[in-house]
């Protein structure tokens, strides 16, 4: 009996023995780096963040796509067309008659859409807070629809530069076609309704724009070539394009058609020594909108000594 009792451990060391068991093994639980520990919470919280941020990024990607595609179907359903003065329309021009002090130039780019170079030319305008005019291909329109949908979308101008861009005479049909293919699917890859209208290489004897000009779209040429499509080097691509600058002037420049990449790289500064020179931005519209009203105020002014001097001539008599 005495035996066995002395095998029973008295009760404070069994619960001191339970106490250091619970010690350890919370200590096996807890972290031994409480640095470590508030790393992996951070961390966590970090994740928890990135993975909110790229939710409400995709949140607004989706809004953005549905207002395009909202603003696309009001476009078409109403049709957006371009307000030029009716002296314009069968008519070509190269430059806005202005007065001197209307220092404002209107930039123009050829034969897109094409992939990298008109968005990144779309890039630089948005950047720069400047709306242009494109004169688009229609072959081009019809393979990169997005791009032209872009344009519309950030406010430039959209304009017809045929189907196919050919040089060599076209009849009557063959004419008919490339413009008004162009203008067609203008009109429903955007619902923009364009009455502008630029002939391939400026030619103005092959057909295209006879047809144009019968149809009353406004030709736009232009008075600063850049000659990009002969790939000069930046330096003289910005040349070209300043030596001939003049208030109420359209610079032509090109997106599309080939490797833009001088053009693109010459883009800001141009715009820079444009600005430097007190020159405005404004598109093509805007320009004929301008010269309408200029001519007017000048012709109202004129009736108006006209009218005085008729009127002094008479008293005196």
Known sequence: ??????????????????????????????????????????????????????????????????????????????????????????????QAQLSPDQKVIALSFDDGPWPQSTTKVLDILKKENIKATFFQIGQNLKNYPDLAKRVVAEGHILGNHTWHHWYHHLNPQAAAFEIESTTNLIYQTTGVKTNLFRPPGGIMSNGVYDYAKNKKYATIMWSSDSVDYSRPSVSRLIHNVMREAKPGGIVLMHDGGGDRSHTVEALPQIISNFRKQGYRFVTIPELLEMQDKFQNLTTAKKQSQEKDKNATTATKQ
Do not use: H
């Open 1 to 94: 009996m005495d035996n066995y009792k002395s095998l029973i451990w008295p009760q404070g060391i069994v619960i001191a023995l339970v106490g250091l068991c619970g010690i350890f093994g919370i200590g096996l639980i807890w972290p031994i780096n409480p640095k470590a520990s508030e790393a992996q919470t951070k961390q966590t919280i970090n994740l928890k963040d990135i993975a909110a941020k790229a939710e409400t990024q995709q949140r607004i990607e989706k809004l953005k796509a549905t207002l395009l595609t909202s603003w696309q179907q009001e476009a078409k359903t109403k049709g957006i067309s371009y307000p030029v003065p009716s002296q314009f329309l069968g008519a070509s021009i190269e």
